[in-house]
């Protein structure tokens, strides 16, 4: 009987303990619900992109206007093989560098980074002798882009992942590319894609001649369509996995499977093509045909992925979930919300009221091809429910103030489909998100898509 009264006793203390990350919501505190719990627009709302699909308008943007997107999306693509010239400056690219080498930064056990490792690191950049090459090359593997070539995690504070500061994003496999530089231990290098530049592994890139590369650009192409879908070389043995938006050239077609180009490692330094397989259902012929079936099938693979920094750890943050949403249809965005909102003609919407915000956004946004901006953060509009506009987003979480003065995050940590006002229904929560927007984007208007006489677009 005593055993019984103890085991009683003991179910108790566990009911009346509170979970981790909540408070006991003592007078006058807040009650910080559960880390692992979701907020009301996520649980009330769809999170499946098919249940918004009906309001994209098919047929919209018109066939000039999708044609002039891929014919862009083609010419930036392809940048770094057929420009003369880096695009990267190179004076911002040292700037850079040399700014991060001489912060303070916290490591991964939470103890700040050694000066001797900063030291260590800043020879190995071999700054005095950048840039040191102008070489066309192709990503063998999805590899991450750092700013300084370690995989070591740089955070401004001791509790600050998953930000780490030297994550600048990731390239795809078959990615083109051109080296600029080749660390002084040669296990690194750094590169440039069409809009962005950092260090890669050595070991994920390969050095591309003109005749493969032109090659690889003229022929037809498929797009992969199901987040990482397993590549297989032609023996059956599995050669990689790779992120919606990878893009390869077609070969032929082999019962249910698509017969790609993939680039591949010979030796050390030099990229070779080799023949491999994909299953048809997990891709499709590039660029996609944009109508609500596609944009259903797009969605839904990136919806409730989880949220990756710089696209770390194969994940997503806000602008990289929204570059591979569009990239399957053939529409070029850059890497970052503020330069994807200013890639084309914004409409402003600072100084309104968000009753007047929310208006315009219904009034002047289509429906998944609508960016939605505010300083940090990027979104699409997909659409409307009982009156208020709704997007689809990759967020880390929201800012809740405590009580005392300070404030917590409450964490999200993966895209999802929400109003402007996510987290509403948590205590003290900070400004909307519908107060900080600031302006917006269609893509597919009528000045994204004309070409002035002197080429330029207006």
């Known amino acids: ?222 797009v992969i369509t199901r987040d990482l879908t397993l590549i297989r070389e032609k023996s059956g043995q599995a050669q990689q996995r790779v992120k919606v938006g990878t893009i390869c050239p077609l070969v032929g077609v082999d019962g249910h499977d698509f017969e790609i180009a993939v680039a591949a490692k010979a030796g050390y330094h030099q990229a070779v093509e080799i023949t491999a397989k994909v299953a048809q259902e997990a891709a499709g012929i590039f660029p996609l045909e944009l109508n609500r079936s596609t944009v259903t099938l797009i969605g839904d693979e990136l919806v409730s992925k989880p949220y990756g920094w710089g696209e770390k750890y194969l994940d997503r943050d806000c602008s990289a979930m929204i570059r591979d949403f569009f990239l399957p249809f053939g529409i070029w965005l850059p890497r970052g919300s503020y330069n994807q909102i200013h890639s084309g003609r914004t409409i402003s919407l600072s100084g309104l009221s968000g009753s007047e915000k929310e208006r315009l956004i219904m009034e002047k946004g289509v429906p998944f091809l609508t960016l939605v901006y505010v300083k940090g953060h990027i979104m699409i509009y997909i659409g409307n429910r009982n009156g208020r506009p709704l997007i689809f987003h990759s967020t880390w979480g929201i800012s809740v103030r405590d009580g005392k003065g300070g404030e917590y995050k409450k964490i999200i940590g993966k895209s999802i489909v929400s109003t402007l006002n996510p987290g509403a229904e948590l205590d003290l929560a900070v400004a909307p998100l519908l107060e900080k927007v600031t302006s917006i984007l269609v893509l597919g208007d009528n000045g994204a898509c004309v070409k002035q006489t002197d080429g330029s677009r207006e």
Not at 27 to 47: H, K, M, W
Not at 106 to 128: H, I, P, Q, T
């Open 1 to 222: 009987m005593f055993r019984y009264l103890v085991i009683l006793i003991f179910i108790n203390l566990i009911a009346a303990t509170p979970l981790p990350g909540s408070s006991s919501g003592k007078e006058g505190e807040p009650v910080q619900p559960p880390v692992d719990s979701d907020i009301a627009d996520v649980r009330n709302l769809p999170q499946e992109i098919g249940a918004y699909a009906s309001s994209f308008r098919d047929g919209y943007p018109g066939k000039m206007c999708r044609d002039y997107y891929l014919a862009e999306f083609r010419r930036k693509y392809y940048s770094p093989w057929t420009g003369n010239v880096p695009v990267t400056s190179i004076p911002e690219a040292m700037a850079t560098m040399q700014g991060h080498l001489q912060r303070v930064w916290y490591a991964e056990n939470k103890r700040r980074v050694s000066g001797r490792f900063l030291e260590e690191l800043a020879a190995n950049c071999d700054l005095e002798h950048f840039p040191s090459l102008h070489m066309p090359a192709i990503a063998t593997a999805t590899a991450d882009m750092r700013v300084l070539p370690t995989t070591k995690p740089f955070f401004e504070n001791a509790d600050d992942f998953p930000f780490d500061a030297l994550q600048n994003t990731s390239v795809k496999l078959n990615e083109p590319l051109r080296v600029l530089h080749i660390s002084r231990d040669a296990l690194w290098v750094f590169v440039e894609t069409a809009d962005t530049s950092g260090w890669v592994q050595a070991r994920e890139i390969g050095y591309l001649d003109e005749t493969l590369a032109k090659k690889w650009m003229e022929r037809p192409q498929i």
